[in-house]
């Protein structure tokens, strides 16, 4: 783990640290918090190595790796023994309480802490002896000296010019430490800083002084870190980049944004990537090439994408909860319309502005029932990066085959935290565009956009397309359109868009809408989505291994439900436990309306931070053990 | 009949409406017609034209619905100068919610359906569209068909975003400012014994909007700011300002996206016969790699 205040590098190093890992052939999962501000509050990342893949957290660090005095006292306890902590010597000196950005909450936090420890560590280099009790190793390693060595050796005269590379210095210290090959780390220092040859040699020099001294003077540390040389291709990814992958594959050339916490870094990946090949013997054309728009608001955004949805364009846009609040209404427009437009909804910290750089997973319901009246609307949720691939490509598919708007829920942890993963395969998505017209079908005929049929679909003419015409409206309407307030038609026409979501439900495979991992005949039944995925596998892999079987039941695709599937499933498991990252357990409450199954457990965490196996695994062992009480909060995380 | 005279077919039209009385007008007219939501008329009209910028589009509005609840996207649209047509009926109500008063209804105002005089300001539409970047802006009159249609073309034709302001009487709601008021039926000239109407037109005064070099972009959006000032006792109908130098949206893209116009977002092919897709991520999938 490493940590610094915002604006000093934390990022760069993170992507340093996970990249040179991978290099090697190592495995890397690796999470980010930050807060809601650009400059001078804490963050850290938390990367996890392994030579096997690795998709959750966990609590310990085996390497705390501090920028600064702050990043010691905030993760101190998270240190386990036999560890590391590597910080500056300059840090040793300073008194924890002086430290200014403390917030309220945390000094009482930490005060109760210190109390129970029965310990008064005025300094931080008093709290580092105090862990040191428990094994913990200290790297003290004076960065200044080192900085002045280095603006002698570069003839720089501004120190202050210098510090922005305490990180690498830190990185440097870290992989001396750990004994690992430093080609891999330089390797991943020229790929990160790219086009600046300046700034790559000054932080090659501040990666080997580091380093050496790392090497020189530290030489007792338990974890060593070998590279594992492989042939497999492997990419390392953010869910975000996922995202956006899946959607350029599966032929979106729209995308519209507004800026929003962590929905943001989703277009700005593909305004990069706005223009590339397309497989020319499939086609005459040139290039092919998706707009990317910023909008003055997300009303703009989603409407606009529905605009460009109209035309027989694949269209989206991203956001997260305060944005998808304002979308509300053109949401309901576009089911109104069975306009094919796919919103990526980034779930955060909630309500209101709520927790803008934290975890959340509590829009489960809003998605649900998002905007007045009844219409259809598909759900997705990804558990992990490589399901956002996978899940951002088809929900055009659905979008398109049963013509009403696509809500792919995307949990931040997935967003912002990347994963190292064997090569995607662009092979296995696929493109059906549902019933769209041409021209040619419609000519000489008088065209009914929503004309009555047995599963709810109309054939879709783009408009524009020349001989012939349409209309559409927010107002309810008759075949062709118009508005029309006759009880007849509107009937049939809530009744034909409400069926499209029966046909979908028929249509769609159960394999496609949940994962089931384990025997069906365990002692025990996980239930849950999106990004608690990693930690449950885990905690249940550890537990399956200590004799306790337990089948896991992840739903991908909440709505339509697979409720027959879901009860039979629900129906045999003897303990029924839903895990979900929110308050009130939305999707066991949606699947008590739905099969009249109710959960005899649950395991819930809303405190902003993703969860980490060790407490799910802590959780889990107490159910199957018979000592868990009918809830449990989950609490880790800094 | 603006539509006809431009000889423009109706599937190459689409006519984006947003909700009041005006609403309903693309159910009368014979091109593809998309009634949206309640001041986001153009959001939608803007996607259709991002997407297919082949295609001809109009966004037609209410004062109430363009200038109140739809102002930041009025404002936001002419920053982007996309090549389009936005005509807004001025009626001073909400005629379709029973008459309450609308964003350019002036203080003090009492129209029959408010039960007190309107204690909002109006706001300046023309002034505004000016501030905003619109590069074509007119107003004209409901009942004077020609000039109306004559304006309405000169929008579509306009390389750029174009605005009209429709003076638009509303017989059932507002009984102040009404067709005989327009008229001027209630000031007689002495010398001729007739009407002395409110509205006069700009190019017969003299009056020239359009912008032919860069350097007179500013003049001619002070003289036309100032025209716009003008209200009550004379009113200005015709073309306040055009400036067709201004780099349109598609253009603005087109510097990076060069094959923007040539094959749009809705013209291109995505996939082949079977279905697979034909987008290849391969670079980008490469500059993630790690291994291997």
């Known amino acids: 783990m490493a940590g610094g205040a915002q604006g000093s590098g934390v990022d760069s190093a993170a992507n340093i640290f996970a990249r040179a890992c991978c290099y090697g052939g190592l495995h890397v999962y690796g999470k980010r918090e930050y807060h809601s501000n650009i400059k001078g509050l804490h963050s850290y990342f938390h990367v996890r190595v392994s030579s096997k893949e690795v998709g959750a957290d966990v609590d310990r660090v085996d390497l ?63 709290l580092l002896n105090e862990v040191k009790k428990n094994n913990v190793r200290i790297y003290a390693v004076p960065y200044m000296t080192l900085l002045r060595e280095i603006a002698e050796e570069i003839g720089e005269e501004k120190l202050s010019k210098l510090t922005r590379m305490i990180n690498v210095l830190a990185l440097g210290a870290s992989f001396g430490l750990v004994d690992y090959d430093k080609k891999y780390v330089e390797k991943a220092i020229r790929m990160i800083f ?80 706005e223009l590339f090949e397309i497989e020319q013997s499939a086609v005459k054309q040139a290039g092919g090439h998706i707009v990317v728009m910023q909008t003055e608001d997300e009303i703009a955004a989603v409407n606009i994408a529905s605009g460009a949805a109209l035309t027989g364009t694949r269209a989206s846009t991203s956001t997260s909860g305060p944005g998808f609040s304002l979308m509300v209404e053109g949401l309901g427009w ?151 307030e006759e009880p007849m038609t509107r009937t049939r026409m809530v009744e ?11 249509e769609i495979p159960v394999q496609e809408r949940v994962n089931f991992f384990g025997d069906a005949d365990s002692s025990a039944t ?94 889990l062992k107490l159910i199957v053990q018979e000592k868990a009480p009918k809830r449990q909060v989950l609490t880790h995380g800094t | 009949m603006a539509l006809v005279d431009l000889q423009l077919p109706g599937s190459k039209v689409v006519i984006f409406s947003g909700i009041g009385c005006s609403g309903k007008l693309p159910h009368f007219v014979n091109a593809y017609g998309i009634h949206t939501l309640h001041g986001r008329t153009l959001p939608f009209a803007i996607g259709t ?44 109500v909400y005629g379709l919610t029973k008459g309450q008063a609308s964003p350019t ?31 074509f802006i007119a107003r004209s009159y409901a009942y004077d068909v020609r000039h109306l249609k004559e304006a309405i073309k000169r929008a579509i034709q306009h390389r750029g975003m174009s605005l009209v302001i429709i003076q638009q009487p509303c017989p059932t709601y507002n009984n102040i400012n009404t067709k005989e008021w327009y008229g001027g039926e209630d000031r007689i000239d002495p010398a001729t014994g007739k009407p002395s109407p409110r509205l006069y037109k700009l190019e017969e005064a003299g009056y020239d909007g359009i912008v032919r070099k860069p350097e007179e972009a500013s003049s001619k959006a002070i003289a036309a700011l100032t025209k716009a000032q003008e209200w009550g006792e004379k009113i200005p109908i015709g073309i306040f300002y055009q400036n067709e130098l201004v780099s349109t949206y598609q253009e603005r893209i087109s510097q990076q996206i060069p094959t923007y116009i040539e094959n749009p977002p809705a013209k291109q092919v995505i996939c082949d016969a079977k279905g697979n897709p034909i987008t290849s991520i391969a670079k980008m999938l490469e500059e993630l790699k790690v291994t291997g």
């Not at chain 1, 099969?595 to 980490?612: A, Q």
Request: charged share 25%; hydrophobic share 35%.
């Open chain 1, 64 to 126: 705390l790796c501090a920028f600064d005095a702050e990043s010691v006292v905030r993760h101190i306890w998270e240190a386990t023994p036999g560890g590391g902590i590597i910080c500056d010597t300059e840090v040793l000196g300073v008194k924890i309480f002086d430290i200014p950005t403390w917030p309220g909450p945390f000094v009482e936090e930490f005060t109760k802490t210190l109390d129970e420890k029965s310990i008064r560590p005025e300094t931080v280099g008093d």
């Open chain 1, 194 to 273: 790219g086009e600046k040859p300046k700034i790559i040699s000054m932080n090659m020099l501040a990666l080997s002084k580091a380093y050496d001294y790392a090497q020189r003077k530290f030489g007792d540390f338990g974890f060593k870190l070998k590279p594992v040389p492989t042939d497999e291709e492997r990419i390392f990814l953010t869910g975000v980049e996922a995202v956006a992958l899946g959607k350029l594959a599966a032929g979106c050339r729209v995308q519209t944004y507004y800026p929003i916490t962590p929905a943001a870094d989703e277009s700005e990946y593909l305004e990069e990537n």
């Open chain 1, 334 to 484: 576009a089911g109104n319309n069975e306009v094919p437009v796919v919103v990526s909804y980034y779930q955060r910290g909630a309500p209101s502005t709520g927790l803008p750089t934290r975890h959340g997973q509590s829009d489960l319901r809003f998605a649900l029932h998002a905007s007045h009246g009844e219409f259809p609307r598909i759900i997705l949720c990804s558990g992990d990066i490589e399901e956002c691939f996978y899940d951002a490509a088809q929900a055009f598919n659905y979008a398109e085959r049963y013509q009403t708007p696509v809500v792919h829920l995307i949990d931040k942890a997935l967003a912002n935290s990347n994963k190292s993963y064997r090569m995607f395969n662009p092979g296995l998505v696929k493109i059906e565009r549902g019933q769209l017209l041409t021209g040619a079908d419609v000519k000489d005929k008088e065209y009914k956009r929503f004309e009555f049929t047995e599963s709810g679909v109309s054939p879709r003419l783009p408009i524009g397309t020349p001989g012939a015409i349409f209309w559409n409206t927010g107002d309810e309407h008759d075949e062709f359109g118009h508005i029309a």
């Open chain 1, 496 to 506: 034909k868009r409400m069926i499209k979501l029966e046909t979908a439900n028929k």
């Open chain 1, 526 to 619: 996980i239930v849950s989505w999106g990004s608690p995925k990693g930690a449950v596998l885990e905690a249940t892999e550890r537990l399956r291994q200590e004799g306790y079987e337990m089948s896991f039941l992840q739903v991908r695709v909440p709505h339509p439900l697979p409720k027959e599937y879901i009860a039979e499933v629900l129906g045999k498991a003897k303990k029924k436990i839903a895990v979900e990252g929110n308050y009130s357990a939305q999707l066991a409450g949606i699947i008590r309306e739905e099969t009249g199954i109710v959960m005899d457990y649950f395991v819930l965490k809303w405190n902003g931070r993703p969860m980490s196996s060790d407490e799910v695994y802590d959780a």
């Open chain 2, 49 to 92: 034209k991002l997407a297919n910028p082949e295609l001809e589009v109009i966004a037609v509005g209410g004062d109430g619905d363009g200038l109140g609840i739809g102002v930041g996207h009025f404002v936001n649209t002419g920053r982007r100068n996309v090549d389009m047509t936005y005509l807004i009926h001025d009626n001073g």
């Open chain 2, 105 to 135: 209804l002036r203080l003090g105002l009492r129209t029959k359906s408010l039960p007190r005089p309107n204690i909002n300001e109006g706001v300046n539409p023309i002034a505004l569209a000016l501030a905003a970047g619109y590069t």
